[in-house]
C-alpha cells in the first residue's frame, strides 16, 4: 500500500524529470534548428564578426604542340605569396601576453626576406602600410610569381598568416625556336602575340574561386569553405615540324648575316594537304623574353610582311596564258631586252639581248619582263586579274594569324597603261609570302589551290576536339595546264645560270626566282639598287610534295635573286630528309628556250 509519505517523492521525481526532459527537448529542438534547419541562417549570424576571405584559384593555360606532339609552349608553377597584417598583430600581442609560442613577426620577417630575396625593410613595410592604410587590412601582397622552392621555404615557416597560391606561368622549353609563331604572355598572363594571341580562346583558362571564413585565431572555420574549381585552357596543335623549324631558323639566320640582309624568311608548305610545316624567321624572337628583342623584331613578318613579288609572278601569268590563252611550253614570241608597246609602256630586261623568238619556257628561264609582257597580251587584262584572284593574290591565307597582311592588287580597270604590263612580271602589285606559296602550291598540286593551314586542332580539357573552319580547296587552272608549268619551271631549275646551286642529287626540282624593287616611301618611287628577293620551288618536280619559299629583304653582298639560292637548296634537302620522300625515278623533259 502506498502511503501519502512516499507517494511525494516520486512525484516530485517524476516531475523534476518532465522537466529535464523537456529541457533537453527544448535544446535538441534548437540544434535542429541550428544545425540543420535554419543552418546558412545561422551560420551567417555566427560568423558575422568572423574573419573572412577568399583566394583566386587559377587553371593552367594550355600547351602549344608541334606536328608530333612535343611541347612548344607549356605551363609551369609559380606561386602568389600574401600576407594577413592584422592576423600578425593578433599573434604578436598573444606572443606578448604569454598565450602563444609562436616566433614574432620581427624575428620571421627575416627569414622570408632571405628566402624570396627582398629586403627585410621591405617586407616589415608591406605589413606596416597595410595596417597604416586599414587597420584591419587581411591582405597584402608578399611577393608574386616566386618559385616552387621558395614557396616550400616560406611553408616551411609554418605561419598562418603566410598564404601562396599557385599561379600557372608560361614556359618555352626551346626558346626561340618558333618564338615569331607561337608569341608570348605578359607578365600578368596576358596574350600578346602570335598565338598565344590569335588562339588566346582556346589556350586561356577559366578561374576559379575559393572563400571560406576564420577565427580570430587564423583557424578555419569548418563548413564555411566553398570552391569554384579552376578550369585548364585546351591543348592547340600546330603543323609545324619542331626539329625542321629549328635547322631552317639557324639556315635563314645565316644567309641573312652572310648576304648582309635586313631580314629573311623560309616557309615550307606540303602542297597536297596546304598544311605549313615551318615558318622560320630571322632576327627571332625568345618568348620567354621578349624585351631582349628589338620591337619590330617580337613579332612575325612571314604573316605581316608585303612585297612586290618580282619575276616569281612570272609563273602566274604563264599559267594564266596557258589556261585560258591557248599558249603551251613552246609557244613562242619575239622579244628584245627593250620593248616598246602600243600603249605607250616601255619594258626592259635585267641583261641586253637581241630580239630572240623566245618559247614561254624561254622566257621563263632568262626570266624576260618583254617576253612575260607579250606573252600576257594573249589575255584581257580582266582575265589575268581573275586568274591573280584564284591564286590567292591580294587574299591573305585561312591561318587566322593575329595580324595578317593582305597582298596589294588593284581591279584591271585601275591598271595604267605602264601597270597593265608590269603586273605581268610582278611589279604594281604586292602580296606576302602565304599567297605566293599557296599560289605555287596549286600549281604543284595538279591546278588545285588548297588553303593553307598552320593549326590542327584545340583539344579542350574535357577532351572535346575542334578543328579549324578552312575554305574548300580550289580549282584555279586545269590539271594539263598545271603539268605544262610545272615543266616549265623545272627548267628553269635545269638551265637557269644559278641551276648547280640549286640542284639536289636524285632528285627533279622546279622552281622560280624573283627580284623585287622596293619603295621608297618618302618619294614613292623605286629604292635605286635596293631589292626584296625571292625564290620558291618544289619537289620532286614529277609529283610535288613540298614547296619551299625563301625570301631576303635588301642583302647587300649579292643583290639579285641568287642570294636565295643556297639557303633555298638546303633547305629543300632538308625538308625532303626529314619527311622521308623517295628520290626521283624518272628524268625530266628538256624544253627549248628559243623556237
Not at 44 to 62: F, H, K, M
Not at 93 to 100: A, H, M, N, V
Not at 413 to 433: A, E, I, P, R, V
Amino acid at each position: 500500500m502506498t502511503t501519502r509519505t512516499t507517494r511525494s517523492p516520486r512525484r516530485r521525481t517524476v516531475v523534476a524529470l518532465a522537466v529535464v526532459l523537456a529541457v533537453l527537448a527544448g535544446f535538441i529542438v534548437r540544434l535542429v534548428d541550428i544545425q540543420i534547419v535554419n543552418a546558412d541562417e545561422h551560420v551567417a549570424d555566427s560568423i558575422e564578426n568572423a574573419l573572412g576571405g577568399s583566394q583566386t584559384l587559377y587553371g593552367a593555360r594550355g600547351e602549344i604542340v608541334d606536328e608530333q606532339g612535343d611541347t612548344l609552349a607549356g605551363s609551369i608553377l609559380l606561386y602568389d605569396c600574401q600576407l594577413d597584417p592584422l592576423l600578425i598583430t593578433q599573434i604578436d600581442t598573444q606572443i606578448l601576453d604569454g598565450t602563444s609560442s609562436r616566433r614574432p613577426w620581427i624575428e620571421v620577417s627575416e627569414d622570408v626576406a632571405e628566402i624570396t630575396g627582398q629586403d627585410v625593410a621591405a617586407v616589415r613595410a608591406i605589413v606596416a602600410d597595410a595596417l597604416a592604410e586599414n587597420p584591419d587590412s587581411r591582405f597584402a601582397y608578399l611577393e608574386r610569381r616566386v618559385t616552387t622552392e621558395q614557396y616550400r621555404s616560406l611553408a616551411d615557416l609554418a605561419m598562418p598568416y603566410i598564404v601562396c597560391v599557385p599561379h600557372p606561368a608560361r614556359a618555352y622549353p626551346d626558346g626561340a625556336v618558333a618564338g615569331n609563331l607561337i608569341g608570348f604572355v605578359g607578365s600578368d598572363g596576358t596574350a600578346l602575340e602570335g598565338y598565344e594571341l590569335s588562339a588566346d580562346s582556346c589556350l586561356a583558362p577559366t578561374e576559379g574561386s575559393r572563400t571560406f571564413q576564420r577565427g580570430k585565431d587564423g583557424v578555419l572555420i569548418p563548413g564555411t569553405e566553398k570552391v569554384q574549381p579552376a578550369e585548364d585552357g585546351g591543348t592547340l596543335a600546330l603543323t609545324i615540324d619542331r626539329d625542321l623549324q629549328w635547322y631552317l631558323q639557324q639556315l635563314i639566320g645565316e644567309q641573312v648575316q652572310d648576304m648582309g640582309a635586313q631580314r629573311g624568311g623560309i616557309l615550307v608548305v606540303e602542297t597536297k594537304t596546304g598544311k605549313i610545316r615551318a615558318a622560320a624567321e630571322y632576327p627571332s624572337v625568345d618568348p620567354n623574353d621578349p624585351l631582349a628583342s628589338e620591337l619590330d623584331d617580337r613579332g612575325n613578318w612571314i604573316f605581316r610582311g608585303t612585297f612586290e613579288p618580282g619575276s616569281t609572278f612570272k609563273a602566274l601569268t604563264a599559267a594564266t596564258v596557258v589556261d585560258a590563252g591557248g599558249q603551251n611550253t613552246e609557244s613562242t614570241v619575239v622579244a628584245s631586252s627593250q620593248e616598246t608597246f602600243a600603249n605607250g609602256a616601255r619594258v626592259r630586261d635585267a641583261f641586253a639581248h637581241p630580239a630572240y623568238a623566245y618559247t614561254l619556257t624561254g622566257v621563263l628561264i632568262d626570266s624576260s619582263n618583254a617576253g612575260i609582257s607579250k606573252f600576257s597580251e594573249k589575255v584581257d587584262a580582266q582575265t589575268r586579274y581573275d586568274y591573280f584572284q584564284r591564286f590567292g593574290i591580294g587574299e591573305g591565307s585561312a591561318v587566322s594569324f593575329y595580324g595578317e597582311e593582305q597582298g596589294v592588287l588593284r581591279p584591271s580597270d585601275q591598271w595604267d597603261n605602264q601597270t597593265l604590263y608590269n603586273t605581268s612580271f610582278g611589279q604594281g602589285l604586292t602580296t606576302t609570302m602565304p599567297e605566293l606559296a599557296g599560289a605555287y602550291a596549286a600549281i604543284a598540286n595538279d591546278g588545285v589551290r588548297m588553303p593553307l593551314s598552320l593549326v590542327e586542332s584545340c583539344t579542350a580539357a574535357d577532351g572535346t576536339v575542334t578543328t579549324p573552319d578552312l575554305p574548300e580547296p580550289e580549282r584555279v587552272i586545269s590539271e594539263d595546264s598545271a603539268s605544262q608549268v610545272r615543266a616549265m619551271l623545272e627548267n628553269v631549275f635545269l638551265q637557269a645560270s644559278y641551276s648547280p646551286q640549286v640542284a639536289i642529287p636524285g632528285y627533279r626540282v622546279a622552281g622560280k626566282t624573283g627580284t623585287g624593287e622596293k619603295v621608297d616611301p618618302v618619294t614613292g618611287g623605286y629604292k635605286s639598287g635596293v631589292y626584296y628577293t625571292s625564290m620558291v620551288g618544289f619537289a620532286p618536280a614529277e609529283d610535288p610534295e613540298y614547296l619551299v619559299v625563301v625570301t631576303l629583304d635588301e642583302p647587300t653582298k649579292v643583290t639579285s635573286s641568287a642570294a636565295n639560292a643556297t639557303a633555298f637548296q638546303k633547305a629543300m634537302t632538308q625538308v625532303l630528309k626529314t619527311y622521308r620522300v623517295m628520290p626521283s625515278t624518272t628524268s625530266p623533259e628538256v624544253l627549248p628556250k628559243f623556237g
